[in-house]
Structures are given as structure tokens and as C-alpha cells.
């Protein structure tokens, strides 16, 4: 698994309140992290979190629901990805060794190791505009993320091998 170099550095003493902290702004926590991990807001939800993973750390947690909807029941409407940020909009996309870098429009690169990136596609009315790729973070560790095309197609002709 891979860390930010400010993770690595953070030296946090992981306990309820810090991880409350982290869980309603993680960038705040620890400035200068690579997670995309945005945050949960709403102060119920984080403390019902850290009960639940409690409970899993003590061997009390509850079977899943039989019922679905996602992790703990909880569901997210899917964004419209045709008004990405400029964050999350792709400019350009480079391979080189194990690692993919990832160019956003706001000018900011990313480095994603090439097993931690998806590419997908999504044709529907909330996908990307044509050769308007969208990078979407994934994985509770935020080491994770996708890079959603219009088309099958879009996938090779954006990625160049360059390691400059």
C-alpha cells in the first residue's frame, strides 16, 4: 500500500476524536495528503462510523443487511460528471514503469500506481462529454481512483507512454 509522504509523516495518534476530526476534513488533518477522500460532514453519520468500527474492531458488529444499498445501507446518487470540477477533469494522462500521472485542468498532476486506477466508461446523461475524461477518487483509503470515458474508444487514445 502506498502513503502520502504527508501520512507518512503526520505522526497521528489514531483515536476517537482525531479520527473524527480526519473524517469531517481529512486535508485539514493532514495538509499536503494525496487521499481523495473528501470528508463526511455530518457530525451523526462520523460518530455513527467510528461506532461501527468499533464494533468490527471489538468482533460486535452486526451482519450486513440482506436489504443492499451499499456499504452500511448507505447509497450516493451519481454525479453528473459533465460539470466536473476542474479537479476532476482530465487534461491528459501519461504511463511510464508501474505508475499512471494523471494532469487535471486545474494544473495539478497525480500519480496513481497503475493497479490503483480504473478506467470505465459511462454513455448515460450523467457520463462525461466526449473526449472529456473525469478522474472520480475511490477506495475508503483514497489510494484508489477511475478515470471515466464517454466511449471504449476514448480509453487508448488518451494515455500516452512518456515517462518525461
Excluded at 28 to 45: A, C, L, W
Excluded at 53 to 75: C, I, Q, R, Y
Excluded at 99 to 110: I, M, P, W
Aim: proline residues 8%; positive net charge; hydrophobic residues 35%.
Amino acid at each position: 500500500m502506498r502513503y502520502s509522504e504527508a501520512l507518512k509523516r503526520s505522526e497521528i495518534t489514531w483515536n476517537e476524536a482525531t479520527l473524527d476530526k480526519w473524517l469531517a476534513n481529512p486535508a485539514q488533518v493532514i495538509p499536503g495528503t494525496t487521499m481523495t477522500f473528501p470528508g463526511i460532514k455530518d457530525r451523526q453519520s462520523r460518530q455513527d462510523l467510528i461506532a461501527y468500527l468499533k464494533a468490527v474492531d471489538e468482533n460486535k458488529a452486526p451482519p450486513p443487511s440482506a436489504k443492499g444499498g451499499g456499504m452500511m445501507g448507505m447509497t450516493r446518487a451519481r454525479p453528473d460528471l459533465k460539470t466536473a470540477p476542474p479537479a476532476g477533469q482530465v487534461r491528459s494522462i501519461k504511463h511510464c514503469g508501474d505508475t499512471y500521472a494523471v494532469e487535471t485542468a486545474d494544473g495539478k498532476l497525480e500519480k496513481v500506481w497503475e493497479f490503483n486506477l480504473r478506467f470505465k466508461t459511462d454513455s448515460s446523461k450523467l457520463g462525461p462529454a466526449p473526449g472529456k475524461p473525469v478522474i472520480v477518487g475511490a477506495g475508503m483509503q483514497g489510494d484508489r481512483a477511475s478515470i471515466v470515458f464517454a466511449s471504449p474508444k476514448e480509453i487508448s487514445e488518451s494515455i500516452r507512454a512518456s515517462c518525461s
